[in-house]
């Protein structure tokens, strides 16, 4: 496993994550692990594009029905569920 270390994090940022950790009962290693892990899950934003892009030929979605697909998306990352 590799290991990180994060420098200069105020302490007003570092309290309020210390305390989303204590809230779930998990040590501020362990959150912060899972915050990490939950980033790196997403699929970067570019490349969604340019996958849509190259399938967008026949395509039957709207570019209404993408912006919606990113906001659920979007919202399922702020909830926590994705």
């Known amino acids: 496993m590799a290991y990180l270390q994060i420098r200069d994090i105020p302490e007003d940022v570092r309290d309020v994550l210390a305390q989303r950790a204590k809230d779930r009962g998990q040590s501020l290693n362990s959150y912060l692990r899972d915050v990490v892990l ?15 892009v190259a399938s967008r ?26």
């Open 38 to 52: 939950r980033e790196a899950s997403f699929a970067n934003n570019q490349t969604l594009i340019d996958r849509v």
């Open 57 to 82: 030929g026949d395509s039957k979605f709207t570019t209404e029905d993408v912006l919606a697909a990113r906001d659920t998306a979007r919202g399922e990352r702020t909830e926590g569920t994705a």
